[in-house]
């Protein structure tokens, strides 16, 4: 495992779309595990490949119940609707405010090449769609509402 730098806004692969994994293989199992470590020492929520150069369909979430890795994922269902808070470690000290469904159900593959159907409400949610977005060259900038102002920047950064 390795950490690998995270590819920032104005990169131009990030608004690129990933192609699918055909093969599941070790070079796979290494990106994943890279993902993984790289979002944990981040202090991220998710982390998708090409926030890390890698222009196939991947990515990691992790938000506080341990990492879920999703290979070729698709959104299959959406439900309700949230405006919340969101920012990208592609996009640092950039928050804005964005509306994204409160319930989310997708497919996707695991690193062994098993298909999985997986449900999601609240951050979890927000947190397959942020993260099969950039699987998409789509970052979160161009679907907000509006940006957070450097004052609410401020009072976020006190609550923290």
């Known amino acids: ?15 690129k779309k990933c192609r699918p994994y055909e093969k599941f293989d070790k070079k796979l199992w290494d990106l994943l595990d890279d993902l993984v470590e790289t979002l944990a ?3 991220g929520v998710g982390l998708a490949a090409p926030q890390v150069g ?13 990492p879920v890795e999703f290979v070729n994922p698709e959104i299959i269902e959406t439900e309700g609707e949230q405006e919340v808070q969101e920012g ?3 996009c640092p000290d950039q928050f804005g405010i964005i509306r994204r469904p409160q319930h989310v159900k997708a497919r996707y593959f695991d690193r062994n090449g098993e298909e999985h159907i997986i449900e999601g409400d ?12 950039h699987l998409d060259g789509i970052i979160f ?9 450097d004052e609410e920047l401020r009072e976020m950064r006190e609550e923290e």
């Open 122 to 133: 609240d951050l979890f949610a927000q947190a397959m769609c942020h993260e099969f977005d």
């Open 1 to 15: 495992m390795a950490l690998r730098n995270i590819v920032k806004e104005g990169d131009p692969i990030l608004l």
């Open 41 to 43: 020492d981040s202090g």
């Open 54 to 66: 890698v222009m196939r369909r991947a990515c990691v979430i992790d938000v506080g119940d341990g």
């Open 88 to 90: 990208c470690l592609s």
């Open 141 to 149: 900038k161009t679907k907000v509402i509006r940006m957070l102002s």
